[in-house]
Nanobody, 116 residues
């Protein structure tokens, strides 16, 4: 059974940092790309970053580029999202996502709140 479990969210002041973790199980970790999405109150869920776990290629949307860093640890089957210079507009529930054979899997999400 595929499982994704996010952790690391919390309350932080503007300009602060958090590191999110996504612990994965139930599939061959190095065979797929894993993405981070977020959903702010009243807004649609948006993809913000992804990593190809077998070659390390990464992608970021413009609003987080230069502030967020995605990485993976195959030994721990975990993907991380290091978030620096956090701003109130980064407040959202953050989810990790995996697609296998056109089926999407989601974790339960972790809340990130940035106070001004």
């Amino acid at each position: 059974e595929v499982q994704l479990v996010e952790s690391g969210g919390g309350l932080v002041q503007a300009g602060g940092s958090l590191r999110l973790s996504c612990a994965a199980s139930g599939f061959t970790f190095d065979d797929y790309a894993i993405a981070w999405f977020r959903q702010a109150p009243g807004k649609e869920r948006e993809g913000i970053s992804c990593i190809s776990t077998n070659d390390g290629n990464t992608y970021y949307i413009g609003s987080v580029k230069g502030r967020f860093t995605i990485s993976s640890d195959s030994a721990k089957s975990t993907v991380y999202l290091q978030m620096n210079s956090l701003q109130p507009e980064d407040t959202a529930v953050y989810y990790c996502n995996l697609a296998i054979l056109q089926r999407g899997y989601w974790g339960q999400g972790t809340q990130v709140t940035v106070s001004s």
